[in-house]
């Protein structure tokens, strides 16, 4: 008889959940409720338990909290999560902690009941012939010469695995974790075991199939690590799903390098803005290049593509040279890749749409990153002009119609607006602010502001910051 315990802080939903089952027809018997993590707890260690269904929303100790220091004590012990709704977060903790199933309480209706409790018993039943036929995660491998995963890039998938795995009696299984199984199979039914997980991959959403050799001598615990390790880092960088098998040797350090440093990620925006990789193969292989040399987090990669997004289309999505758009999601670099492609295409049709040579609109962009990161030097036309080796005339004349302003005007326009940022998130003075955008007479950049802005930069400062009646003004 497998004996369950039902934790919820909710007195109705316990007594609904322990007398609506059909516990019986299912060989299972309620032998104790909590109302909390630690009832819980205290309960365990007074009588034996096989089946666990906790709430995850609790006062005094949460339910995860709880099944973390129940698996430690008690790591026989089955969980299942209930969960009012279908936070796919909490519940993806849980199946990571070992959860064998979750309940949404809004789905449980009375003929789904002899449903969850089918599913349950069978994974408990399944739980228990894979352990009768395979060695303790504690154990080393002695006998196994590579080791098969299948894993899906896509955490998003749930509990809803696409295919059903199976092994014969001769392979070991073991799930590491949701969407992610790994296998091991003697050397005469290794090409077996491969061709049927290779035929698999079609079935799983953007995933990929390793073949891990130099396993031997290591516990499966230390494989099974391994495994969400490269999983969790190196996988988003190596997945083609043109070629999603994967030969991977545990021997090599394949973790992600230490932090990047702000100059790295600065020569990467550099080459962006500057250099003419959506026109030249070659520029484009370096921008890929210094991309997938720093390897990245995604969460680190998304900040980096978001700022060069916002940056650029800060600059040009008024102008001629349009605004490019932010790929919104993505789960490996090939998808990255995609996008840069993409946006590479997108880039260049802007440009082709003006009157002039590609090297003219590259010039125009370069003299505009020139003065956004030196908005203290004086730069004029003519001074720009000489740089890019374009007589001044020509230059104005290109500024104007890709820019929508003179030069002038333009360069008034950003020293105003990055003035505008000081003002509201420093405490620095005018004077300070007006030589950091390139005005050493405090007196003229004030009558340059209140052209532009309607309002001193004292009195824009003070609207900002305090008096909320009033909105701050578009430029004029």
């Excluded at 698999?200 to 230390?222: C, G």
């Excluded at 916002?310 to 758009?325: D, P, V």
């Excluded at 909320?468 to 003004?473: A, C, D, E, F, S």
Aim: aromatic fraction near 10%; hydrophobic fraction near 40%; charge should be negative.
């Amino acid at each position: 008889m497998i004996k369950v315990l039902i934790v919820d802080d909710d007195k109705l939903v316990r007594k609904g959940i322990s007398s609506a089952m059909p516990w019986n027809e299912f060989n299972m018997e309620v032998v104790g409720e909590a109302s909390n993590g630690l009832k819980a707890l205290d309960f365990l260690k007074s009588q034996p338990v096989d089946l666990m269904l906790t709430d995850l929303a609790m006062p005094v100790m949460s339910g995860i909290e709880l099944m973390r220091a129940a698996r430690q004590l008690y790591p026989e012990l089955h969980i299942v999560v209930l969960t009012l709704h279908q936070d796919f977060d909490y519940i993806q903790e849980a199946l990571r902690l070992g959860a064998i199933d979750y309940i949404a309480k809004v789905q449980l209706e009375k003929e789904q009941f002899e449903h969850v409790l089918h599913r349950i018993h069978t994974r408990i039943d399944e739980l228990a012939n894979r352990k009768q036929k395979q060695p303790l995660l504690s154990e080393t491998n002695v006998h196994y010469r590579h080791v098969y995963a299948l894993v899906s890039l896509d955490r998003k998938l749930g509990q809803n695995w696409p295919i059903e795995p199976t092994s014969n009696g001769e392979e070991l299984r073991w799930e590491i974790e949701r969407n992610s199984w790994m296998w091991a199979a003697p050397m005469d039914v290794e090409d077996q075991l491969f061709h049927r997980l290779k035929e698999s991959l079609n079935q799983v959403h953007q995933s990929a199939l390793l073949v891990m050799s130099d396993v031997q001598e290591r516990t499966w615990s230390q494989i099974q690590n391994w495994i969400m390790n490269y999983t969790e880092t190196s996988l988003f960088y190596a997945y083609d799903p043109d070629d999603p098998v994967i030969v991977v040797s545990m021997n090599v350090d394949d973790s992600l390098p230490i932090e990047p440093q702000d100059e790295d990620m600065d020569r990467i925006k550099q080459s962006w803005f500057l250099s003419p990789w959506p026109h030249n193969d070659s520029y484009y292989n370096q921008l890929i290049e210094q991309f997938k040399s720093l390897r990245l987090h995604k969460s680190q990669l998304i900040g980096l593509l978001y700022s060069i997004v916002m940056e650029w289309n800060h600059l040009f999505a008024q102008t001629k040279l349009g605004r490019i758009s932010m790929i919104h999601s993505f789960l490996s670099w090939y998808e990255v890749e995609a996008w840069i492609k993409q946006t590479s295409v997108g880039i260049r049709k802007a440009d082709e749409q003006t009157s002039y040579s590609q090297e003219i609109v590259d010039a125009v962009k370069k003299s505009i990153i020139i003065m956004q990161n030196d908005l203290d030097q004086a730069f004029t036309a003519s001074s720009l002009s000489r740089q890019l080796n374009i007589s001044r005339s020509y230059f104005s004349q290109c500024f104007k119609d890709l820019m929508g302003k003179t030069f002038n005007e333009y360069s008034r326009f950003i020293r105003i607006e990055k003035s505008k940022e000081y003002l509201l998130n420093t405490n620095n003075t005018i004077f300070w602010i007006a030589e950091r955008v390139g005005y050493t007479d405090e007196k003229y950049f004030s009558r340059i502001f209140r052209e532009l802005t309607g309002l001193l930069p004292s009195e824009y400062r003070q609207l900002g910051r305090g008096d909320k009646k009033r909105t701050l003004p578009d430029d004029q």
